[in-house]
């Protein structure tokens, strides 16, 4: 296998029981990834396209999504096996500001 594609739904992090379950997305909004894995070590965010993509950090470190994969391949023993990343953002701001702006 040469690449993975990881789609990933956009959902709400403060579910109650009753009608707080028909705000949930299965199949969209959301974001996707494809890894590719190489010849070269580490961890590298190559493009992060889509509508909020040119506000997103390319470096690992400063990513949340680079950080938490990093994370997993050294928990997993294997912090240079995956090298490449593309990933798009398919959640419109509007969707995510929805979300957070009630808790305000």
Known sequence: MEEVKIFAPASVGNIGVGFDIMGLALERP???VIARFSNHPG???????GQQGKHLPLEVEKNTA?????????????????????STKKCPWAAAWAAVLPAL
Request: aromatic letters at 4%; a positive charge.
């Open 30 to 32: 959301g974001d996707e």
């Open 43 to 49: 961890l590298r965010i190559t493009t992060i396209t």
């Open 66 to 86: 680079g950080v938490a994969a990093l994370r997993l391949l050294e928990h997993l023993g294997k912090p240079s096996r995956v090298s490449t990343w593309k």
